[in-house]
């Protein structure tokens, strides 16, 4: 049992690169979540998933998209990055239970965009 | 606009000494409040929670303590022991219809503990 699982654990990118941020969960959860943490802050929600086929955005989604083809997976694309991007990015996922918010992290991936 | 702030960044105490950490909301509409536990390159681990309707839940070493009507919360750690250091994230959680359980975190507060 992995847990929720993240690639790659870090990457650097050119300004205007894209790349796929990937995650996977092997605890059967419905809700799948990405975070993202700057220095000195919180995490702030980018997009989020209550099953497959079923995506909605968080605070902070622009210049991300994200896909739920299946239960497991959940990746977060990058079209163009920007240095703005620059940050440590975490999935986490939350069985379905009522009443229940606790959510699973991943090991989270260090993006830097020069 | 913060709905979840933790005002110390950072906490220093000794081993052994009891460790309290702080948070404060602003959202009436939160109603279940956990902390996460986060050493440097890992992800968060849940280490606590607790719902509106208590005011105190106990785990261990770990309690927290829920005043509704101030809208705060803390962490009591009794006694801290170094591997307790790390960064103490507050996140709340709104479980009423279409919210999807969605967290809304604090700052973190550093916590050391000097053996």
């Known amino acids: 049992n992995a847990g929720v699982t993240q690639t790659p654990k870090f990457r650097i990118l050119k300004i205007g690169q894209s790349m796929t941020l990937q995650c996977t969960q092997d605890?059967?959860?419905?809700?799948m979540y990405w975070y993202r943490q700057d220095p000195g802050m919180g995490l702030k929600l980018i997009y989020y998933s209550v099953g497959a086929g079923i995506t909605d955005k968080g605070e902070v989604p622009n210049g991300y998209n994200v896909s739920r083809s299946t239960t497991e997976d959940f990746p977060l694309r990058l079209e163009l990055a920007a240095p703005s991007q620059t940050s440590v990015y975490f999935c986490?996922?939350?069985?379905?239970?009522?009443?229940?918010?606790?959510?699973?992290f991943g090991p989270g991936t260090r993006l830097t965009v020069l | 606009d913060q709905q979840v702030k933790q005002n110390s960044p950072s906490l220093s105490v000794q081993e052994g000494r009891i460790s309290i950490l702080n948070c404060d909301y602003t959202?009436?509409?939160?109603?279940?409040f956990l902390w996460y536990k986060k050493y440097p390159a890992e992800g968060p681990t849940f280490l606590i929670s607790?719902?509106?309707?208590?005011d105190k839940n106990e785990d261990g070493r770990f309690t927290v303590f829920l005043n509704k009507s101030a809208k705060h919360l803390s962490l009591h750690i009794v006694p801290s022991q170094p591997g307790d250091s790390a960064v103490y994230f507050c996140?709340?959680?709104?479980?009423?219809?279409?919210?999807?359980?969605?967290?809304?975190f604090g700052k973190g507060t550093l916590l050391t503990v000097n053996p």
């Open positions: 959202n009436s509409m939160f109603d279940y």
């Open positions: 986490a996922s939350r069985r379905g239970l009522a009443g229940v918010s606790e959510q699973f």
């Open positions: 605890m059967n959860h419905n809700y």
């Open positions: 607790i719902s509106s309707i208590k």
């Open positions: 996140a709340a959680s709104d479980h009423s219809g279409g919210s999807n359980y969605k967290l809304t």
